[in-house]
């Protein structure tokens, strides 16, 4: 991959751009190695500006909080773009109707709500990511999902082109969107329905309190590693992988948490080998005892 035109860009520019950047602290695994480029666009001028330049020359990964990936310890051959603060801005659009950028916390999203008195946006209060990675994702929680309260979605494509997207054209499954792989996500545009501020606050305190009683935090780990197996039986990959796994099992710094055995755990210094193979031996086990295939949450770039 040819740089000369984009060190040209980064000092034209004086951009937050960086060659063989370091991403291991980007995530919440604390694993990997180093991305060929990295960059970080203030505003929505720079990045269209990269996306023109850049093309389709090599591989592009949009990095939102990094609390659901897994990278390889190897250089990434490619370009890691992560939305400054400047993506972040939250507004009230009309009464009911809120505008968030994608570099926004889904927890602050969930707070501004409350704070104007917009219910809808509670169960964002216990995911970690941002609003972008929630609509990758199609995250949720307890019940409740972005596809429920989604309008539109402002997007570009790697070409530079602006889109915006009605959540009606976008076809949403369980824990993924079928949306084209060229978008970067701007900003999405959420519906919700006015409501007393305590009912809301009660309601975002109740869900966090379910989430801490269950599942381990302050720890190198990227959430929920399998997704439910909705489509073959009732039971959560949790369940699955508590009666089909040994609770002890590790394979170097790579383990299962204690509290949740669908949270997968660096203990201090796992490479990606050692989690990849953990992963791949939970996966076989269940298969084995259950004869249910359990399929990845968490996105493992290559």
């Known amino acids: ?133 929630g609509i990758k994702m199609n995250s949720g929680c307890f019940g409740y999902e972005f596809k429920d309260n989604l309008i539109s979605l402002q997007c570009i494509d790697t070409e530079g082109n602006i889109r915006i997207l009605p959540s009606n054209k976008i076809k949403f499954n369980y824990r993924s969107v079928e949306l084209e792989e060229n978008l970067i996500y701007l900003s999405a545009t959420f519906n919700g329905i006015t409501k007393d501020k305590k009912n809301i606050k009660d309601l975002m305190e109740n869900l966090s309190k379910k989430k801490n009683n269950s599942q381990p935090s302050k720890i190198k780990t990227s959430g929920s590693t399998f997704k439910n197996p909705i489509d073959q039986t009732k039971k959560k990959a949790w369940e699955l992988i508590k009666e089909s796994v040994p609770k002890d099992i590790n394979f170097g710094d790579a383990s299962i948490s204690n509290k949740h055995s669908n949270f997968f755990v660096n203990k201090d210094n796992a490479t990606f080998d050692e989690m990849n193979s953990l992963i791949n031996y939970v996966k076989k086990k269940v298969k084995d005892k259950t004869g249910i295939k359990i399929n990845l949450e968490i996105k493992i770039i290559e």
């Open 1 to 133: 991959m040819k740089l000369n035109d984009i060190e040209q860009f980064k000092n034209k520019h004086k951009s937050d751009l960086f060659f063989d950047y370091n991403i291991k602290k980007l995530n919440w695994f604390n694993i990997g190695g180093k991305s060929r480029v990295f960059f970080k666009p203030r505003h929505l001028i720079e990045l269209k500006e990269f996306l023109k330049l850049y093309s389709n020359r090599g591989k592009l990964f949009i990095l939102g909080s990094g609390s659901n990936v897994l990278f390889k310890d190897n250089i990434y051959e490619g370009t890691i773009i992560k939305l400054s603060n400047n993506f972040s801005s939250i507004s009230i659009l009309d009464k009911n109707k809120i505008i968030a950028g994608s570099s926004c916390s889904q927890k602050k999203v969930s707070e501004f709500a409350m704070q104007n008195n917009i219910s809808g946006f509670e169960f964002m209060y216990c995911i970690p990511g941002t609003i972008g990675g």
